[in-house]
């Protein structure tokens, strides 16, 4: 099985578990995303029962997910950075999960409903912009890693 150097085997696994149920329960909250907050039809209706599951799922893989990008920190990040090998897509990451921790912390607490409006179509946009980048530093991140492998 695939693993990411300095952390333990399960890690990686886990890492992509928490980042698919982010993303995929994020997805599920789009529908009522675009009836309640822009007022515009949504392709598809989520029954309350399934929205609230959503929710619940969301927040709690969003926990889950600030903890592991708090353990990349420690070793992935800091290695990666000082050896100077994908920077520019990793410190982007770490900018959108910060950029989505702010706005999920504007979609609660936001008094007026403009700037509401604004956290939750922000967040689920740039949501949505996390999948491609996140692909593409893994993407450039296992490039570098087999190339490692092959010069030793
Ligand atoms: C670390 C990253 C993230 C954090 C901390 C986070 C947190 C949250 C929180 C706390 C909520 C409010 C849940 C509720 O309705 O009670 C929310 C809503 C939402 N999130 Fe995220 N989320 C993250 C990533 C994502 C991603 C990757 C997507 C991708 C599609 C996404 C899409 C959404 C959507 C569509 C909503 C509903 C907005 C609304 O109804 O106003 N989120 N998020
Ligand atoms: C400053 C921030 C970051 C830097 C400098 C960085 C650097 C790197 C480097 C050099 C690799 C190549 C393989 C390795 O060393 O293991 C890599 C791969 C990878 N990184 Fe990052 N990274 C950063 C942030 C992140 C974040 C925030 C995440 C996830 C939330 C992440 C997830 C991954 C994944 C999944 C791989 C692919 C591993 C593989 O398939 O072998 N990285 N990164």
């Keep these: 099985m695939r693993r990411l150097s300095g952390y333990p085997r399960w890690f990686y696994a886990a890492l992509m578990i928490v980042v ?22 949504a392709p598809v209706h989520l029954s ?3 929205r609230l599951a959503s929710a619940a799922a969301h927040s709690f893989t969003a926990f889950l997910a600030i903890g592991v ?3 990349l920190a ?16 990793g ?5 959108l999960f910060f950029f989505l921790l702010a ?7 936001f008094g007026d409903m403009d700037l509401s409006r604004l956290s939750s179509l922000s967040h689920s946009l740039v949501g ?5 980048l996140f692909a593409w530093h893994a993407v450039v991140g296992r490039r570098i890693r087999l190339q490692k492998r092959r010069g030793r």
């Design 103 to 109: 706005s999920a912390v504007g979609i609660y607490y």
């Design 91 to 95: 410190i982007s990451l770490l900018a």
């Design 74 to 89: 420690t070793v992935h990040m800091r290695v990666g950075w000082n050896r100077k090998q994908n920077r520019k897509s």
């Design 128 to 132: 949505l912009v996390l999948v491609l």
């Design 48 to 50: 309350g029962s399934l």
């Design 20 to 41: 698919t149920a982010l993303v995929a329960s994020g997805i599920l909250l789009l529908p009522n995303m675009i009836e309640l907050r822009l007022d515009m039809d």
């Design 69 to 71: 990008v708090g353990a």
